[in-house]
């Protein structure tokens, strides 16, 4: 990720694999929430437009730390209906979480589908606020993936009991189902690997002078 985001306008890489996996599940349910956390609100317009398309409200839910990290927020608000800013620090719209949004929003109408997609913590919460009213949610988890097709097993996760490789069964999986406890353990099992390539990847930046973007 940090290689990529080296890389300046003109600049090319030389292959692209996708997409990959399972597309996510559209159909006209009637009220569909969007939300998105941090980085995650990077998929949420997709999913908000496709949902438009067949014939559902969308309401969206983005919220990130704080005002300066929230991307998207044009995108989102032209697709849906409705939309709902959060911010952990206040600095803008509601101060707390999505999942404090989503609480209210369910006590007071009724939502058909509602998709999560952010880091692992806010995706096992926000998911947790639609149980008592058993809605079925989707949330995309995001695994450490090396090959992205279903043979290498680092992007193994269980749901409903069962092993699953998100890169090729998901990335969408319903969030009731899902072990994110188990997740989260496996998100950390290369920190220590990822530690050294990181100063590897600083000291090669270093040597190739600022901002070069080809790396071998
Ligand atoms: S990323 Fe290798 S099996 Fe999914």
Redesign the pocket.
């Known amino acids: 990720t940090q290689e990529l985001a080296t890389l300046r306008a003109g600049d090319s890489i030389t292959d692209v694999a996708g997409p990959l996996g399972k597309p996510s599940e559209i159909a006209n349910y009637g009220t569909c929430c969007v939300i998105g956390g941090g980085v995650g609100i990077a998929s949420t317009p997709l999913i908000a437009k496709e949902l438009k398309s067949a014939g559902n409200r969308v309401i969206g839910i983005i919220g990130a730390r704080s005002a300066d990290l929230l991307i998207l927020e044009d995108e989102m608000r032209e697709i849906c209906g409705e939309l709902y800013i959060t911010t952990d620090d206040g600095s803008k719209g509601v101060h707390g979480f999505a999942s404090d949004v989503l609480k209210k929003l369910l006590e007071e109408r009724t939502i058909d589908r509602v998709w999560i997609i952010g880091p692992a913590i806010m995706m096992k919460v926000t998911s947790g606020v639609t149980v008592p009213y058993g809605v079925k949610t989707y949330v995309s988890l995001n695994p450490i ?11 193994r996760v269980t749901v409903g009991g069962e092993t699953k ?4 069964d998901g990335p969408e999986f319903d969030a009731h189902q899902v072990d994110f406890v188990e997740l989260m353990q496996r998100q950390r099992i290369y920190t220590e690997q990822e530690k050294v390539s990181l100063e590897r990847f600083a000291e090669h930046q270093c040597r190739c002078g600022e901002g070069g973007g080809r790396h071998e």
């Open positions: 993936m090396v090959d992205g097709t279903g043979m290498c097993g680092s992007c490789f998100a890169c090729v």
